[in-house]
C-alpha cells in the first residue's frame, strides 16, 4: 500500500429540488473519511451546476481540475425512470481525459431496487470513458425509510459492511492506476 493517500472524489449526482442525496452523501463521506489512506472531495452538482459550464470558463476549469485530480471516484446517484439523473450524464460527458484508467464505485438510492439499475446503465458510460467500475455497490432501497432525521441509518451494519467493500476495492484500484499511470501515461492507446 502506498504512504500517500489517494484522492476519492465523491459525486453528488442528483439536482432535483428536495432531493434525499445530501443525506446519503454525508453518511457515505462520513465513513470514507475514516478510512485509511483516503482524502475526500466532495463534488456535488447541484453546486458545480453542469449545465451552465461552458469550455474554457474558471467554473469548468475549476471542475476538471477536481475530476484530474482524483484518483477515484464514488458516484452516489439516485435511481429516477429506472435510470440515472440527466445531469449527472451532462457532467460525465464534459470532461474524457480526466476519467480515463481511474475507477468508479457506486453508491445509489431509490425505489425497491435501490438505484441498482441506475448503476448498472453507469457502467457502460464509464467504460467508455476507459474508466474501470468496481464491483461491489452500496445500494440502499426505499432509502427514506432507512435514515432518521440527523441522517443516521436505522440499522447500519449492512450499509457499513457495503461501504467498507466498496473502499477496500477502490483503495486497491486507485493506488494501482495511479502508479500504473505515473509509470506509463495512460492515453487509450492498444499496447
Known sequence: MSEHPYRLAVIVGSTREGRFAPVIANWFTRHAERHPHTDVDVIDLDAVRPYE????????????????????????????????????????????????????????????SGGLRA?????????????????????????GSLFDDAGNLHEPAAATKAADALLHQLTWWAVTLREARATRPYGGQVF
Do not use: M
Open 119 to 143: 448503476v448498472e446503465q453507469l457502467r457502460l458510460v464509464f467504460a467508455e470513458l476507459h474508466a474501470t467500475t468496481v464491483r461491489d455497490t452500496v445500494s440502499f432501497p426505499l432509502a
Open 53 to 112: 459550464l461552458r469550455y474554457g470558463s474558471e467554473e469548468y476549469e475549476s471542475f476538471a481540475k477536481r475530476v484530474d485530480e482524483a484518483d477515484a471516484f464514488v458516484v452516489i446517484t439516485p435511481e429516477y425512470n429506472h435510470s440515472f439523473p440527466a445531469p449527472l450524464k451532462h457532467a460525465i460527458d464534459l470532461l474524457h481525459a480526466q476519467w480515463q484508467a481511474k475507477p468508479v464505485g457506486f453508491v445509489s438510492y431509490g425505489g425497491i
